[in-house]
C-alpha cells in the first residue's frame, strides 16, 4: 500500500531526473597528451608529445605589452614637424625626421594625432616610413581615428611601415657597414652569417624531447646574454630519410635554425632560453654561432594603414594574373612582395590595435595593394588586436597574405583577416615555436596554410575559421625541381578549432593535414568540424611525399568542452604564474 501510493511520485522523479540530465552541458574533457600533470616534453609509448609554447610572443610572455615608452615625446603636428593631418599633403620625410629624432635621442614616442597622414615610398629605400633604432613607439589615437596613407601603389618590396634592422627582401647592409667581419648577401637573413666569423660545432645530436644547453667544440668568447643561432644544414642523407629527393637539394634549402639567447655558459656547455622543439643531428654540420643583437622595443599602436590601388582590373590577367609578377609592365609587377607593416631583424616589438583601412580614393573594397603584415627573422614579436584584410593582388609568388610568419616565438593574439589570398601563413625552417591565438579567418581566397620547407613545432590555438580552413600539406610547387615546397611542418598543434562553415569550395574539412611524422589536431566544433588526415602518402606530379605516421587526431566536434580551452594560456600560465 505504502508502496503503490509512492510509485507516481517516483515516476515523476525519474522524469525529471532524465529532463535534467539531458539538459545539462556535456561533460569536459582533456587530452590524453595533456593531463593535469603535463611537465612538458613528455612522450607518451608512441613518441607522442605536446610542445611548451609558452615562451611565444613579446619578452617571452612575461610581461604586458607595455602603454607607453620612456624618452622623449613628439606630436608630430607640432612645430618643427607640423605634419599636415588632412592627406593633403605628403609627409613622409617630416616623419621620418621625427621617428629618427627618437631614435637617435634613445628612444620615446612618436604621437600621430587624429587624422590622415599621407606618405610615399622614399627614394631608393624599401620603405616609407622606417624604425630602425630601440624603443621607439609609434601611437596614433586608435585605429579608428589616425590613419596612415600610402598614396603610390608603386611598391614592389617595399614596406609602408618597415620596423627593424632589414627589409622584406632580406637583411639591409646598412647595420654592418662599421663591422666588416660580416657580410650578408642579398637576399639572406641576419641568422645566416656569424657575427664573430665563428661557427662553433655542436658535439652531440640534439634529442626528439626538449633540451635548453648543448656542449660545443669551443665555447670561447660566448657569455651570458648573447643572440646565437643553432643550425643545422639540410644533407642528402637528412634529405634521403625523409623520403623527400627531388622535392629538396641541400644546395638550396635549408635546415633547422633556433634562435636563442645564452643564459650561461659552464666549460663547453652553452644553456639558452627556449627549449628546442625539434631533433637535429651532429652528422648534418650542427654549428652554434653569435649573431648581431636584434633592434629591441619597437612599438606601434592605435593606426590603420591604407593603400590607393592599382588602376588595372584585378580581372584583367595580363595585369593580375596568378604568375605574372616578374613580368615587367605589369600591375602585378608593381606591387609584388609589398606590405603594410614589416618587423624585420628585432625581438620583443609589439603592434597593436593596427589595422588595414579602405582609403576613400579607392573605387573598390581594397584597403592594400598586396600583403598586411610580415615578421621575419624576428622573435618575440607579438600583434595584438590586428587586422589586415581586402588585399588586390592575391596571386602567386606571396601576395595578397594578411599575415606571414617566417620568424620564431612570435604570438598574433586575437588578430583577423578577411579577403586575402592566405589570411596567415608560415614560410619556412627557421619558422617555429609561434603562437596563433584566437584568429578569425573569414573568406579568404585559399586556405590558411603551412606554406614551405618544414615549419615545425607551431601552435593554432582557439581560432575560428568561416568560409576558410587551414592546410597543413606537403605542396609541390616552387621554383624548380630542387626547390619545391615540400614538407611544410611537424610537430604543430591544432588546439580548440571552430569551423563556422564551409571553406573554400564548399569543403567539408576545417583542417586538413599531413604533418611529418606526428601532427597532433585536438579538439574541433562548429558547423564545419570535420578533419582530414587520412593517407599520409601524398601523390604529386613530381613524386610521392611520405608523413607517415597519420597525424593524432582528439575530440573531433567536442572542441566547445576541451580543458582548457587555450593550449597557450594553460601553458604560460603552468611556466610564469601570469
Known sequence: MHSSLHSPFRILLCALLIVCLSASPALAWRSTLYPTGWTGGDPDGDGKFLPDFSYAGYEMGERDLPDSQSGVYIDVTQAPFSCDRTGGEDVTSRLQSAIDLAGASGGGTVYLPSGTYRVTPQAGRAYCLRVKDDNVLIKGDGSDKTFLYCSDYNLRNTSILLLGGGDVTGLSSSRYTAQPTVEVP?????WDVSADGKYRSVTADIPYTPVTSVTVSDATGLAKGDWIVIRSDLSRQAITDMKIGGFWSETVTKGQQLYRRVTSVSGSTVSFDIPTRYPMKAGDDLVLYKVQTPVQHIGVAGISIGCRQHGASTDNKAQFGDNVYNELGTAAYTVHNSYAMAFVDCANCYARDVRSYRPGVNSGTYHLVSNGALIKSSRSVTLQSCDFSHTQYQGGGGNGYGFAIDAQECLLDTCSATDTRHSFSFKNTATSGNVIYKFTSTGNFKAADFHMYLSVSNLIDSCTFSKDRVQVMPRPYGDALGRLHGLTSSQSVLWNTVGKSASQGGS???IMSRQYGYGYIIGTSGA???????????????????????????GVGTGAT?????LYKDQLHKRTGR
Do not use: I, W
Open 186 to 190: 642579398s637576399g639572406f637573413s641576419p
Open 508 to 510: 567539408p574539412y576545417v
Open 528 to 554: 564545419n568540424k570535420q578533419v582530414d588526415v587520412a593517407n599520409p602518402t601524398v601523390a604529386t606530379q613530381y613524386g610521392k611525399v611520405y608523413t607517415a605516421p597519420e597525424d593524432y587526431t582528439e
Open 562 to 566: 576541451l580543458e582548457p580551452q587555450s
